[in-house]
């Protein structure tokens, strides 16, 4: 029902930035909370940042003070800027909408590859 399609992922040196975007089928106010995933290579899938429809954020330690998530309500994209980037961020980053009004549902897009140079 919700497509999400990441986009903005690229090749980039320890210390640089990149800004992530995920555009959703849907409006964005209908997730209860939309979240950045990432995998890296030999690692699971987990959580970066999320961002609630009331406007609470929550960042991974690794992440914090790096990264920063923001929506844009009218445009129903999700972004997430990353700045001072780390070899260790490398991964396929995943956009997630979380809706959890009666069954509580979870859709994905298809990542976005992130890496990061020494």
Known sequence: QVHLVESGGGLVQAGGSLRLSCASSASILSANVMGWYRQAPGKQRELVAYITVGGRTNYADSVKGRFTI??????????????????????????NAYLGAG?????????TQVTVSS
């Open 70 to 95: 923001s929506r844009d309500n009218a445009k129903n994209t999700v972004d997430l800027q990353m700045n001072s980037l780390k070899p260790e961020d490398t991964a396929v980053y995943y956009c």
């Open 103 to 111: 069954i509580p549902r979870n859709y994905w897009g298809q990542g």
